[in-house]
Structures are given as C-alpha cells and as structure tokens.
C-alpha cells in the first residue's frame, strides 16, 4: 500500500531540535546575564582605580576585583563554547538536499519492505484458510469413523481429537489486522474522521507518513479506536464541536486557542474550589468569600 505521504523529518530529529532550541536560548541568556555582569563589574573596577588616585587605594580589593572579572569572563567563554557545540548540534539536524534525499530513499524503502511483508500476511492467511478446511475435513472423516466404529461395536480411540487443539488455535482472520496496521502507518487509517487537536501538544505513534507530534489546532485523521480516548480525555475534538468553539471565539473576540485555555483554566479551577469547599467543611470552618473578578481580568 503506498503512503499518503512521508514525513519530512523523524520524531526523534523533531525533539531534538526542539530541546536544541531550548537549550541554545537558554544558553545565550545565561550569556548575556554574564556580559552585563562583567560590564557592571569593570565598570567598577574603574571607579575603583580613579579613586586610586585621589589617596583611596585598596590594593586587596582590586585584587578581588580582578579574580572575579577573571573568573566571569572564564564563565563567559565556557557558555559561548557551549553556545557554539549546541548550535552546529543544531545545524547537523538540518534538513539539507543529501539528508532529504537520503531519507526519501530509506522511506521508499520501507515502504516496499512493508508492503512486501502485507503480500506475505495474505499468503499466510490463504494457508490458514487451507489448514482449517483441511483440519475440518480431518474431523469430519474422524466422525465418520466413530459412526462406522459404533456400528461396528468397536470400542476404541479413533485418534479423533489429537488435531482438535490446533483447529481451536487458528486464529479467524490475521489479514484483516494486518490490512489495518498497513494502512494506518501508511497515514490512510480505515475508517478514520478527521479531529482537530486540542492539546498544546499531542504525542501519537511515529507513522511512515508523521512523525506523529501535533500541536493545538492541527488537524489529524484517526480512527474510532484511536479518537475514542483522545476526544474523552479533551486532547482533540469533532469538527463540529470546533465549529462551535470558532463561533463562540469570534463573539468574544478571542481566538479558539485562547478560549480553549481559558476553558481548561476554568476546569482546573472548578475541581480546585471543589476541594476547597471540602477541605473547610471537614475542618468545620466557613470558608470566606471569593474576590470577584471582572470580565476584563479573564479577556
């Protein structure tokens, strides 16, 4: 079955990068705060040195000063060869013409290697089939045998029931399973409806069509068994229940995703109230008054 699509980057290059970036920023603040250190630390080195002059040396002092301008500005350097390792980490995850055209070809690949592997899922499936006729028609036989046997007056073992167990373990329709795995990580589930997520991140299995990281407002095709939990849980909704979240989001004059964290807010602060009130009443105090807030406080 061919893929809808591939991806264009793996999961793990998609984290990676996103804590690199993290990293980086982190990293360039650290820096930054460092340099104004030191800018605020040489400045006072020269207050330091033009009191000097008017009869208000502190030799131990400038000593002081001079270690801890030496120590930031080791600090300083540290956090700029750190800054520069995490940038070309950075660089080598970057998507050029050879890495894109090396992972198509890994992805095409795969693709044939699967598909070729579903081929042999129906082949298993055709003999399954076959031993199952072939055990049935084996049991038949045996029953005939008991009858003539009976008939007979031949009280004996038929060797009837030694193939019963295997019969028992064919499974119905490994196919049908297999059929479903195909297409669902070739990104054409069976079935599917399309959702918009509601998460500020949603992590699915990785798919040879996504790297399966979805963010608030992406739209993503699933099945009834995948989207069941999903929906329960408020990681993703309908298409008609976003309809009604944009309608209600433009009448305030919000966005969908602002109303979204506003409801959560909402939610949060319910079940937290809840447990307030709980907490007071088994304590057998009264619990005080709430402040009001005003509508422009929430929007």
């Not at 390792?85 to 995850?93: D, R, S, V």
């Not at 939990?229 to 602002?258: C, H, N």
Request: charged share 30%; with cysteine.
């Amino acid at each position: 079955m061919k893929a809808a699509k591939f991806s264009e980057r793996s999961r793990n290059d998609l984290l990676a990068d996103k804590e690199l970036r993290a990293k980086i920023a982190e990293i360039r603040g650290g820096a930054t705060a460092l340099e104004t250190i030191i800018e605020q630390a040489s400045d006072y080195r020269k207050r330091m040195l033009k009191r000097s002059l008017v009869g208000r040396h502190d030799p131990a002092g400038l000593t002081n000063n001079a270690k801890h301008l030496e120590a930031l500005r080791g600090d300083l350097k540290i956090e700029k060869e750190r800054l520069a390792f995490a940038e070309g980490e950075l660089k080598a995850l970057e998507m050029t013409p050879a890495r894109e055209k090396e992972r198509a070809a890994n992805q095409e690949q795969l693709a044939s290697v699967e598909s070729a592997r579903l081929a042999k899922d129906a082949a298993i499936q055709k003999t399954l089939d076959e031993l199952r006729g072939l055990l049935a028609g084996r049991a038949e036989l045996s029953a005939q045998m008991d009858g003539i046997g009976a008939a007979l007056g031949i009280d004996t073992d038929f060797d009837d029931a030694r193939f019963c167990g295997l019969l028992a373990a064919i499974p119905d329709d490994v196919l049908k399973e297999s059929l479903r795995w195909s297409a669902w990580f070739n990104g054409k589930p069976l079935n599917a409806q399309t959702y918009v997520v509601r998460a500020r991140a949603l992590h699915l299995p990785e798919t040879l069509a996504h790297p399966g990281i979805y963010h608030t407002l992406d739209l993503v095709e699933l099945s009834d068994g995948e989207s069941t939990p999903l929906v329960k849980s408020g990681q993703i909704v309908t298409l008609a229940a976003f309809e009604v979240a944009s309608e209600d989001a433009e009448a305030r004059g919000i966005t969908v995703a602002d109303l979204w964290a506003y409801d959560d807010h909402e939610t949060v602060r319910a079940d937290y109230e809840e447990k307030l009130d709980t907490a007071y009443t088994r304590s057998g105090h009264q619990r005080p008054k709430a402040r009001a807030v005003a509508a422009s406080q929430i929007y």
